[in-house]
């Protein structure tokens, strides 16, 4: 059974950097084909893609965000983690991860069931 | 970037009915497009890959259809639990993934 969750803090002030990291099991990041992207979703509003790493470690990036960015991985704890710089209010979302694998057509197939931040001070 | 476009912005239909979403790219996906629900305080669900086939356990009263820049999204008869938001998503330029700004399906 394919799960993700997210963790991290619900509340970051601005200026600060948040880390975000998100847990998994029922697969292994080490298969060929398996990725694990990061995606949010402020209040009311659309999706939006922000990050992914795959099995042999490349990384992408939103290029609107590129720069605040990084996404890591450690396959011992089945772990992923974003961390976003320079936080601000309209960074205010929920943050989902979601796997993406080559039995899932290459689609986001499961979804962690998302983690609400709040950017304020 | 590639950017999707769906209309309309909100379907407003009574249980029963059938419902047809549109997903429109700024330039050819080909087929690499999904289809999306989400309902209220919940993770999106994938209802339909590479434009017409269904996920796992996904009912057969959801279609979907088109190539190249136009895509839809069918529910031919509307169930209570179909009323929720709908995103299309293209993976044509990987590793980079754009969703649409979704289509509210709400009740009549």
């Known amino acids: 059974q394919v799960t993700l969750r997210e963790s991290g803090p619900a509340l970051v002030k601005p200026t600060q950097t948040l880390t975000l990291t998100c847990t998994f099991s029922g697969f292994s990041l080490n298969t060929s084909g398996m990725c694990v992207s990061w995606i949010r979703q402020p209040p009311g509003k659309a999706l939006e893609w922000l990050a992914l790493i795959d099995w042999d470690d490349d990384k992408n990036y939103n290029t609107s965000l590129k720069t605040r960015l990084t996404i890591s991985k450690d396959t011992s704890k089945n772990q992923v983690v974003l961390t976003m710089t320079n936080m601000d209010p309209v960074d205010t979302a929920t943050y989902y991860c979601?796997?993406?694998?080559?039995?899932?057509?290459?689609?986001?197939?499961?979804w962690g069931q998302g983690t609400l931040v709040t950017v304020s001070s | 970037e590639i950017v999707l476009t769906q209309s309309p912005a909100t379907l407003s239909l009574s249980p029963g009915e059938r419902a047809t979403l549109s997903c429109r790219a700024s330039q050819s996906v080909s087929s690499y497009l999904a289809w999306y629900q989400q309902k209220p305080g919940q993770a999106p669900r994938l209802l339909i890959y590479d434009a017409s086939n269904r996920a796992t356990g996904i009912p057969a009263r959801f279609s979907g259809s088109g190539s190249g820049t136009d895509f839809t999204l069918t529910i031919s008869s509307l169930e209570p639990e179909d009323f929720a938001v709908y995103y299309c998503?293209?993976?044509?330029?990987?590793?980079?993934?754009?969703f649409g700004q979704g289509t509210k399906v709400e009740i009549k």
């Open positions: 998503q293209q993976r044509s330029n990987w590793p980079t993934w754009t």
């Open positions: 979601a796997r993406i694998s080559s039995s899932g057509y290459y689609y986001f197939d499961y």
